[in-house]
């Protein structure tokens, strides 16, 4: 069935260096994937996107990687900072409209 | 930025009582959407909704379920009679094509 997983379950960083947050799906069909970061007790914030024609898209401090090849999606927060502390899940969409399909969740962990 | 607006925060209740979850999703946004995270795992898809119907649901929403958009403006979930697992935090989402699928900030529910 289709599924979105993240590798590893916790990841601690010291502040000022890059992270690196991965997730692999399973449904080649998926036309578009999103990044959300998760602070405790509220809602999923939208960080970035990225469609299925795309293999990489930049935003402020963060950049999405998507290698549909291994289906392998990444988020790259750049000079993490101890604000970036949080859940991160990937969720991958299979049409327009359609629903979301979560990940399992990264905690992110800054170190000062 | 626009927001989607959940209320109430928090809800208990008692076993078998009916609930009613309620949000205010983006204005001008077409889709929507309600997920749920119990605490500590992913979130999940329950229902999405388009043009004044389900447009799918998952395998979680079953008849207990039902989802309303009484007035145009308001888009609420209803559980007829609650069970213990159904306690977790539940998210109202809504969607416009071009635009981002924002969440709302949920509503924690507790099933005692």
């Known amino acids: 069935g289709e599924s979105v997983g993240l590798h590893l379950p916790t990841l601690s960083v010291q502040e000022g260096d890059n992270s690196i947050i991965n997730c692999a799906y399973s449904?080649?069909?998926?036309?578009?994937f999103i990044w959300y970061k998760q602070e405790s007790g509220k809602g999923p914030q939208f960080i970035i996107d990225?469609?299925?024609?795309?293999d990489k898209r930049q935003g402020q401090r963060v950049t999405v990687l998507l290698n549909k090849t291994v289906k392998h999606l990444s988020l790259q927060i750049a000079a993490t900072q101890p604000g970036d502390s949080a859940v991160y899940f990937c969720?991958?969409?299979?049409?327009?409209?359609?629903?979301?399909?979560f990940g399992q969740g990264t905690e992110l962990s800054v170190k000062p | 930025e626009p927001e989607v607006t959940q209320t109430p925060s928090h809800q208990v209740t008692q076993m078998g009582q009916e609930v009613i979850l309620r949000c205010v999703p983006i204005?001008?946004?077409?889709?929507f959407y309600w997920y749920r995270q119990i605490l500590g795992q992913k979130v999940e898809f329950l229902v999405s909704?388009?043009?004044?119907?389900?447009?799918?649901k998952s395998e979680i929403f079953d008849d207990q379920f039902s989802v309303e958009r009484p007035d145009g403006s308001n888009f609420t979930l209803k559980i007829r009679s609650t069970k213990l697992e159904d306690s977790a935090m539940y998210f109202c989402?809504?969607?416009?094509?071009?635009?981002?699928?924002?969440f709302g900030s949920g509503t924690q529910l507790s099933v005692l």
């Open positions: 449904n080649s069909a998926s036309d578009y």
């Open positions: 969720a991958e969409r299979g049409y327009q409209g359609g629903k979301l399909i």
């Open positions: 909704f388009y043009n004044n119907e389900i447009s799918e």
């Open positions: 204005s001008n946004h077409l889709y």
């Open positions: 990225i469609r299925s024609n795309m």
């Open positions: 989402a809504s969607y416009r094509e071009g635009e981002k699928l924002f």
